[in-house]
């Protein structure tokens, strides 16, 4: 199974069409210059109507980790989507998905490293992690339509389970399954007819073509 996030999600409308196409998890941007950023309040609304099988990422990029853990406490998200270099840092009641804009080898090797911290440092408190590899581009954290580089991430195993984000859409992501083999998907501007408004046409195309190709393309094993 390859898991499928849809993310920047701003309205109740477009979160229960993310439900209804089977999507395992929806995102919600709290980073202040994103078009899709939401209010607590508002996030707290599309939270409360989601189906238990829909994870709740919140997706931060400035705050602080006592910041993210009351943010989510008060929203009721499971998991935090963080760009960050620092060491890993963590709270045992929410899944961990650190982001990475990914541009060559030392890159990889920068995710290699933190995934060992978190290895080294792992104990009954540490949460669920996976590592979301996003492309670069400078001066932006994410969501911007271009596509990471499959080709150098083809062989790349990070010893976690891998998302795969950036500049997916439902026309590629099939050869983005085939090339790099993720654990999962992450799409946001590629389903949507406006920055922050999403398209449920697309939603369920895109998460067809995932389990198309999950089932044409077998995904190996995560180490680790």
Known sequence: MIHVKICGVTTAEDAAAVAEAGADALGLNFYD????????ARAAEIVLALPAHVLPVGVFVTQSLPEMVAIAERVGLRALQTYTDAPPKADPRFKSL???RV???EDLNRIRDFVLQIQQSRSATFPEVAVLVDSFVAGEMGGTGRTAPWELLAAFDPGVPLILAGGLTP?????????VRPWGVDVAGGVESS????????????VAAVRSAAREFAVPPVSG
């Open 195 to 206: 920055p922050g408004k999403k398209d449920h046409g697309r939603i369920r195309a895109f």
């Open 33 to 40: 210059r994103s078009p899709r950023f939401v209010s607590e």
């Open 171 to 179: 026309d590629n992501v099939a050869d983005a399954i085939r090339i």
């Open 103 to 105: 541009r060559s080898i």
């Open 98 to 100: 650190p982001a990475f």
